[in-house]
């Protein structure tokens, strides 16, 4: 019986070899270093698009593609909004037909992945903003946006700035979200908590209401960090307060500095206290982020990190009325302590692969006809990335000061500037280690920093990538 | 030509036709096994994200054996490993009770067969409502009175994989009982006839008939069970947990999963994965050992 075994076994070996011998298959092109760095300092949200290649005409032939679209996390009523997009452009094009695949928030990445590996699935893709968009763009996998759309029209879109690289913009936003802390009127009054004067409150504010707060019988600050996203708010919105530039925290990214330095991870001292106190739900490592975001609308909680769409949400749950917000606690002095956090969060693309490009950059571009801004509002309380659109559609208050806030100064959404594997090896379960209590703060730094050196071991390609944005 | 030359040639010339009849399959066989496998331990030695064909050596083994991921990872399955006695001592207790067919029993061998026939995701994510702080178990704990009980089952890295253990245990305990069930179904009646005649009670019959029958059942159920923790825990996994908190619950596959998918890294998830394939290969071995042993001892 062995024998024969060992017979098949020895068949099945030298066929396989020779099957690979004979097919093999093309190597990928290792990305060439960028001539010229990606703008890497915090920016404004408008940014002048550069000069874009013209865009050839789109078929007229039955054309079809595919799209797969993330937002709904972000903005509940995304994915309904976008199937009435299709039926809109389907009467404006009606040779072109388009499926919408909508994605998983945890397979958002690794999806893409196997697509660009491959080089075949979707014609258009989400990926979000900067360090993801750009790890496609450096594998090839990602036709520049700016190539296909006019530059007239790309001079609208805000935020472009956080995916161009090499002179060129490589991804079309859709929307921008800020994250602010919104806080419960009423339970803030039982406290005897006042909401801040200014538009923020110092560290030692947040922490001298959440005592109150707690002492009160209320749980100061609800979350959900199970997928690990509500740590990734924090370092997003937190944490690189002690930063000057996002240069800076590519200066770790890439090995210069590392990441055990204070200034990057000396602020999950505060968040560990602040754990510790027992200022957060104690439920919440049972809960991913939404659902635990959902606990305030519910009452349950003073405060939570929420979106625009979230907040949207929480106002419908509570009332108007019950619903404050105000930017997050200032706990650092760099100057990103003052940016604001707004990002577009997502970004829309055209694949390297797709047959029809011309016809998926023109899709992308009626996304951002006025109609379709105003439907966008109304469908998620999300702001769009477009100076177009109309903000006097933004009447509760609450929303308009997250408005002003993701438009006025300087915008810096931190986690963009972090290569994907660093973001899921370090910044997430770095924040779980913390609410969790299994890791301390100094598990947490050099978390990030093995993480980091693991990276650039496995990603020599990407880690020269990332040494031009630093220059 | 000698008769006996003419016979070996029309022998041989004979011989090339079952060959050729079973080619198209062992084709798909290699296809589908075979080259997989052969690929992934060439890619194993390759650059990790660069051109194909840039041999590194040892460098992906070397990366991984240095990653404490992986070891977290390889530790969390050398955990589970122990769930698998669990598992048989449990299924086979339930086993025996169903065949002495006490009342209701067809009701309870399908109460206790139907979690195997679901989704592994349709359990994890029922069981992810059910463990967490503030789920049904913990509420049914604090209604009685046992609040020192409810505990953060899945969001504490020390609770996470004895609770990731129980759901795979309470799913593949099904498969145990009907395996054991059906062995037992063909042991000869007039074994338990002879020693209930010679006065041994139930004990005894389990201890001396009914468990050396099953032996070989036995060991097949462990096996396989033993591979199924080591390559088999994915879905349960990623749906419960995704590997948190911090790694806690990280297995191994999950870790080939995401330097394969979420981080480009196909020659350290192929090392990682030809580890996995050595380690349970040893298992594979060791089972045909003991069923050959078995049948060559004469026991069925």
Request: charge should be negative.
């Amino acid at each position: 019986m062995y024998r024969s075994l060992a017979r098949l076994g020895g068949l099945a070996v030298v066929s396989s070899l020779i099957v690979v011998a004979c097919g093999g298959s093309t190597p990928t092109t290792a990305p060439t270093a960028a001539a010229t760095p990606a703008a890497a300092t915090a920016a404004a949200p408008s940014a002048a698009a550069p000069s874009a290649a013209a865009p050839t005409p789109a078929s007229t032939e039955p054309v079809s593609l595919e799209f797969w679209y993330w937002a709904e996390s972000d903005a509940p009523g995304a994915n309904q909004w976008m199937t009435d997009t299709v039926a809109a452009y389907k009467a404006v094009k009606p040779n072109v037909t388009i499926n919408v695949v909508p994605q998983g928030t945890d397979t958002l990445i690794s999806a893409f992945q196997t697509a660009a590996a491959s080089k075949s699935g979707p014609d258009i893709a989400s990926q979000w903003a900067t360090g993801p968009v750009l790890s496609f763009v450096w594998s090839d996998s990602v036709a520049p946006i700016s190539d296909l759309v006019p530059a007239a029209e790309m001079s609208h879109w805000l935020n472009t700035n956080e995916n161009t690289y090499n002179g060129k913009v490589w991804a079309m936003p859709q929307y921008l979200l800020g994250i602010g802390l919104a806080y419960n009127t009423e339970l803030f009054a039982k406290a005897g908590v006042t909401p801040p004067t200014g538009d923020r409150w110092t560290w030692d504010e947040f922490i001298a209401a959440s005592a109150k707060l707690k002492a009160a019988g209320i749980t100061p600050f609800v979350g959900g960090d199970k997928n690990g996203y509500l740590g990734a708010w924090w370092f997003a919105n937190i944490g690189g307060q002690q930063l000057n530039s996002v240069q800076e925290l590519a200066q770790a990214v890439v090995g210069t500095v590392p990441f055990t330095d204070p200034k990057y991870t000396g602020w999950y001292t505060n968040l560990d206290n602040y754990v510790k106190a027992g200022y957060v739900n104690n439920d919440v490592m049972s809960l991913d982020l939404d659902q635990g975001v959902r606990l305030f609308g519910q009452g349950k909680g003073a405060m939570t990190f929420t979106s625009d769409g979230m907040l949207a949400t929480a106002i419908k749950d509570l009332g108007a009325a019950k619903v404050g917000v105000m930017r997050p606690p200032k706990l650092g002095t760099g100057t990103l302590a003052d940016a604001g956090n707004a990002t577009q969060s997502i970004s829309h693309f055209v694949t390297s692969w797709s047959a029809h490009p011309q016809d998926a950059a023109d899709f992308l571009q009626f996304m951002h006809t006025p109609d379709r801004l105003t439907a966008w509002y109304k469908a998620t309380g999300v702001v769009a990335a477009d100076d177009r659109f109309d903000a006097t559609l933004v009447t509760a208050p609450q929303l308009q000061t997250m408005a002003k806030a993701e438009t006025t100064g300087p915008q810096v959404w931190l986690e963009n500037w972090i290569p994907p594997q660093i973001d899921g090896d370090a910044d997430l379960p770095a924040g779980q280690m913390i609410f969790s209590g299994s890791g301390t703060p100094a598990d947490a730094g050099q978390l990030w920093e093995r993480s980091a050196a693991t990276w650039r071991s496995a990603h020599p390609d990407e880690l020269a990538n990332w040494q031009q944005l630093v220059k | 030509m000698s008769a006996m030359t003419a016979a070996i040639r029309r022998r041989r010339h004979l011989d090339v036709t079952p060959y050729l009849l079973v080619a198209p399959a062992v084709a798909l066989i290699i296809l589908i096994y075979a080259y997989p496998i052969v690929r992934v331990f060439i890619d194993s030695f390759l650059s990790p994200t660069a051109a194909r064909g840039t041999s590194v050596g040892l460098a992906n083994y070397g990366f991984v054996i240095d990653d404490p991921v992986f070891w977290k990872s390889a530790g969390n399955n050398v955990f589970l490993l122990f769930g698998v006695p669990i598992m048989t001592v449990v299924a086979l207790v339930v086993a025996v009770i169903l065949f002495d067919q006490i009342r209701g029993w067809r009701l309870y061998r399908t109460l206790v067969f139907t979690p195997y026939i679901l989704a592994v995701p349709v359990i994890a994510v029922t069981f992810t409502y059910l463990y967490g702080y503030n789920g049904v178990v913990n509420e049914v704990l604090r209604a009685v009175g046992l609040d020192g009980l409810a505990q953060d089952w899945l969001g504490s890295p020390k609770l996470v994989m004895p609770s990731i253990l129980s759901v795979i245990i309470y799913r593949e305990l099904g498969f145990g009982v009907m395996l054991f069930l059906a062995r037992m179904a063909s042991i000869r009646e007039e074994l338990y006839e002879a020693a209930m005649i010679d006065g041994a009670g139930w004990w005894a019959r389990l201890r001396y008939i009914t468990v050396p029958q099953l032996r070989t059942v036995i060991s097949f159920f462990v096996v396989i069970e033993l591979i199924t923790m080591l390559s088999w825990v994915f879905a349960y996994v990623y749906s419960m947990t995704g590997g948190g908190p911090a790694f806690a619950s990280s297995v191994l596959e999950l870790y080939i999963w995401k330097y394969a998918f979420a981080y480009r890294a196909i020659g350290i998830a192929s090392a990682v994965a030809v580890l996995l394939l050595v380690a349970t290969s040893v298992l594979i071995v060791v089972q045909m050992l003991v069923r050959g042993d078995e049948s060559d001892t004469g026991e069925e």
